[in-house]
């Protein structure tokens, strides 16, 4: 018998399967890898990747992370519909599993935060210590990451709709503040207050809306237009203070992702 030798010419790239992310206390980027069912952090001055969580822990399908201002990482476990929370030692504990298809998270402070990727989702901020989650809005068209805007509110995407709300924190009725982004995944804040919006797809399609313009396009009435190259290279990272008022959007294409931001100055994380 004619045995074939089998070997693998190519190894697997060490962030496969990656989806949402955020700055972690020690400076490192953690990355939730959604079909690696890992967790692994990038040291941005060296490129060292560490597997931090791996494949055969208690995480399925992580899809989203935060840290809160304690150093504890929140872990959205989408498949299986649950939430986690990771202590600083690397300790992991259940928050909710009342949550269906669990993917955006954001902590503010200490505070919690989740939505549910499906139609007519909700919008809930999660007790760590096991109460019962506090619905701030329902209705979502498939929520996704979320992050905290300059104005401290929670702003958020709706894919199926092509729309951004924001809400705050206490609830209340949420606020169109974006309309007509082609399938919108998440939301980040640039240095200058800016909120760029990434786009699902092969386009690679982030728009920028500048919340603190005076332009007399309204939010509910821009288009997005993408262009072969920015008007201008995007600053991102932690957003700094703004007072939002109109929305003046515009597209454009690029590689370049929009970064998340560390917990504790109102980032998400995915």
């Not at 928050?95 to 503010?108: L, Q, S």
């Not at 332009?215 to 007072?243: K, L, Q, V, Y």
Request: hydrophobic residues 40%.
């Amino acid at each position: 018998m004619n045995r074939r030798k089998v070997e693998q010419l190519i190894q697997a790239r060490p962030l496969w399967g990656s989806n949402g992310m955020a700055f972690g206390p020690d400076g490192r980027l953690y990355v939730a890898q959604f079909l690696a069912g890992q967790i692994s952090a990038v040291d941005l001055a060296t490129g060292d990747v560490e597997v931090v969580v791996p494949s055969d822990g208690p995480l399925h399908a992580p899809d989203d992370l935060a840290f809160d201002t304690d150093g504890a990482m929140y872990v959205t476990d989408l498949v299986p519909g649950r939430v986690w929370r990771r202590d600083p030692a690397g300790g992991f504990a259940l928050v909710t599993d009342e949550i269906t298809a669990p993917n955006g998270i954001a902590c503010v402070g200490t505070r919690v935060f989740a939505n549910e990727m499906i139609p007519g989702g909700r919008l809930l901020e999660l007790s760590p210590a096991g109460d019962e989650p506090t619905v701030l809005t329902t209705g979502l068209a498939m929520g996704n990451a979320m992050q905290l805007g300059p104005d401290g509110q929670l702003y958020y995407p709706h894919m199926l709709t092509g729309e951004v709300f924001r809400i705050p924190l206490d609830g209340g009725d949420p606020e169109l503040v974006a309309a007509d982004v082609p399938d919108p995944v998440a939301v980040r804040f640039d240095r200058g207050g800016a909120l760029l919006v990434l786009s699902r797809g092969a386009s690679g399609i982030v728009t920028r809306v500048d919340l603190a313009g005076t332009g007399d396009r309204s939010a509910s009435s821009a288009n997005s237009t993408p262009w072969t190259t920015p008007p201008s290279t995007p600053t991102t990272g932690c957003s700094s203070p703004a007072t939002p008022t109109a929305a003046s959007p515009s597209s454009w294409q690029t590689d370049v992702p929009a970064r998340s931001c560390p917990a504790d100055s109102g980032a998400p994380s995915g």
